[in-house]
């Protein structure tokens, strides 16, 4: 079947822009993670929705970024007024049920500000 | 919170011969532990994962050790093949649903 899809996979930002990322995870899963991944380093966690509910916020960066899961389905982030330091891989995961079950992740959206 | 350290960063292989990644965690909560592949511009992908409650799982070339005691875990590839060259990261999970990464390690398997 489908897995999680991301778009758009690359993105291009003026400093100072707002952009907004989305993600599809895979049909009927629960649980929904943003991650943050920068240039050679590991994944790190931004924010988790169970269904529409946002029950941990604590990963991300600043009041710049927000998350939202409206229909408990698609998931956009949200990134106001762009820093350089904003430029990384931004990485979507679904899994299930619980939080528990394995993770499924996007192929990420590259954003480069500039 | 949960951290992990990854090693070795880099590590180059002979084909057909093994490779060895090791990891540590500091939550001595944490109890779930999966290691992603990810080539170059594509998604990490699961390839096998342990729970706390054993210490030793095994998947056709691919293996994972977990000693408890000493707060770190393994991943070992026997028979290399060049499709093997990927970065690898390990995972902790302390809580529900928080994955806590390595920061990777870049696999060169060489024919």
């Known amino acids: 079947g489908a897995g999680v899809s991301q778009s758009p996979r690359y993105k291009v930002a003026k400093r100072g822009q707002d952009v907004a990322l989305r993600c599809d995870p895979i049909?009927?899963?629960?649980?929904l993670f943003w991650y943050q991944q920068a240039l050679g380093q590991g994944p790190e966690f931004l924010t988790y929705?169970?269904?529409?509910?946002?029950?941990?916020k604590s990963g991300l960066p600043s009041d710049r970024f927000f998350a939202e899961r409206p229909e408990g389905s698609v998931s956009t982030l949200k990134i106001q007024r762009t820093q350089q330091e904003d430029s990384a891989v931004y990485l979507c995961a679904s899994s299930l049920f619980g939080a528990a079950d394995t993770q499924y992740f996007g192929p990420g959206t590259r954003l480069t500000v500039l | 919170g949960e951290n992990v350290e990854q090693h070795p960063s880099t590590l180059s292989v002979q084909e057909g011969d093994s490779a060895v990644i090791k990891c540590t965690y500091s939550?001595?909560?944490?109890?779930?532990f999966p290691w992603y592949k990810q080539e170059l511009g594509k998604r990490p992908q699961l390839i096998i994962d342990?729970?706390?409650?054993?210490g030793e799982k095994k998947d056709q070339r691919i293996a994972v050790t977990l000693n408890k005691t000493a707060k770190h875990f393994s991943l070992h590839i026997t028979e290399t093949q060049p499709e093997d060259s990927a970065v690898y990261f390990c995972?902790?999970?302390?809580?529900?649903?928080?994955?806590?990464f390595g920061a990777g390690t870049t696999v060169t398997v060489r024919a």
């Open positions: 939550d001595s909560a944490s109890n779930y």
């Open positions: 049909s009927g899963h629960v649980s």
């Open positions: 995972a902790a999970r302390s809580n529900d649903y928080k994955l806590s």
């Open positions: 342990i729970r706390s409650n054993v």
């Open positions: 929705f169970q269904n529409e509910a946002q029950l941990d």
